[in-house]
Structures are given as C-alpha cells and as structure tokens.
C-alpha cells in the first residue's frame, strides 16, 4: 500500500522559511517521482515540485522557483521542500503526491489520476 505521509507545516511570517517532510513507503522509489502539490482556499490545485526517485532531478513550477528547494534521501524514503522567500500567496494546504515516472514530466503530473497523495500539511504566511 502507498503511503504518502506530510509534515512540517505551520505558521510563518512573510519572507520566512519552512521545512516541508514527506516520508513515503509502499513503492519502489527508484521507479517514482515524488513531490508536492498545493490547494489555496478557493483556487484549484496546483503541482508546485517534483523530483525523481531514479536520477534525482528536480523540477519546480514557476511562481516558486528559486525559492522552494526539493531534496530526497532515497535510503530513507524521504522527500523535503525546503521553502524560502515565502509569500501570502504561498498559504495553502501542501500534499505530498507520487506518480510513476513514466507519467512525470512536470510537477503538474503530480495532479494526475495515476498520482497517489496523502493528508496534507498547512502552511500559512501572514503578511
């Protein structure tokens, strides 16, 4: 069974940091990319990174690229988004998702139906 656990989020002044934790079992990693995506109060999901779990590489949506930061540590099954420069606009509740990678090739996939997540984490900036 996939398992797609969140953790991290919070509450956080406006241009502060917060550290998003995925633990993840129940599939081959290697096979997967993992990342997350968001849901805002009253907007539509958004996929906002990814990495895969075969060679490591990231990919980011626009509006938090060069502030968030993906990393994985493969042998613990763990997926981080380090998020820097945070924005109101970044309030959201984060999900952290996997998909196989034959389907990943943006963050966006992570939204898909083939995708799995698990319960979200909050994370709200005040301005």
Same mark, same amino acid.
């Given at each position: 069974?996939?398992?797609?656990?969140?953790s991290?989020?919070?509450?956080?002044?406006a241009g502060g940091?917060?550290r998003?934790?995925?633990?993840?079992s129940g599939?081959r990693?290697?096979?997967?990319?993992?990342g997350w995506?968001?849901?805002?109060?009253?907007?539509e999901?958004e996929?906002?990174? /990814?990495?895969?779990?075969k #060679?490591g590489?990231? @990919?980011?949506?626009d509006? +938090?690229?060069g502030r $968030?930061?993906?990393?994985?540590?493969n042998?613990?099954?763990m997926?981080y988004?380090?998020?820097? /420069?945070?924005k109101?606009? #970044?309030?959201?509740? @984060?999900y952290c998702a996997a +998909?196989?990678?034959i $389907?990943?090739d943006?963050?966006?996939?992570?939204?898909s139906?083939?995708?799995?997540?698990?319960q /979200?984490?909050l994370?709200?900036?005040?301005?």
């Amino acid at each position: 069974e996939v398992q797609l656990q969140a953790s991290g989020g919070g509450l956080v002044q406006a241009g502060g940091s917060l550290r998003l934790s995925c633990a993840a079992s129940g599939f081959r990693f290697d096979d997967y990319a993992i990342g997350w995506f968001r849901q805002a109060p009253g907007k539509e999901r958004e996929g906002v990174s /990814g990495i895969s779990g075969k #060679d490591g590489r990231t @990919y980011y949506s626009d509006s +938090v690229k060069g502030r $968030f930061t993906i990393s994985s540590d493969n042998a613990e099954k763990m997926v981080y988004l380090q998020m820097n /420069g945070l924005k109101a606009e #970044d309030t959201a509740v @984060y999900y952290c998702a996997a +998909v196989s990678s034959i $389907f990943f090739d943006a963050p966006s996939s992570l939204l898909s139906s083939f995708a799995y997540s698990g319960q /979200g984490t909050l994370v709200t900036v005040s301005s």
